[in-house]
């Protein structure tokens, strides 16, 4: 399994000109072979900073998504209002529930 964790930093003031863009790109992704899950959080408005999770059965199923049609429309939607990125991926040996 493949986790990306990341934070991006964006234009405040195209926040809401973004969200049409992001709602439609998530919709699409969650359709994806290999798309455990995929999340995207608006952490902060007023600043500009969003938080993205995401899960893939594998790093071939992650990399057909960063080639797929809908990421490439997303990110031509997004590429004058982000000023920064900082994205990780991690290969998870081993997953359990947490218990509470």
Not at 91 to 98: C, F, K
Request: aromatic content about 6%.
């Amino acid at each position: 399994m493949i986790i990306v964790i990341g934070r991006v930093e964006y234009d405040p003031a195209a926040t809401e000109r973004l969200q049409p863009a992001l709602d439609a790109m998530m919709r699409a992704t969650w359709a994806e072979s290999g798309c455990l899950s995929y999340s995207i959080a608006i952490e902060s408005r007023s600043e500009g900073v969003a938080t993205v999770v995401e899960r893939w059965k594998s790093e071939a199923d992650m990399r057909a998504h960063l080639e797929s049609p809908h990421m490439a429309l997303f990110n031509d939607a997004i590429a004058d209002a982000v000023r920064g990125m900082d994205v990780k991926i991690y290969d998870v040996a081993n997953e359990r529930t947490l218990e509470l």
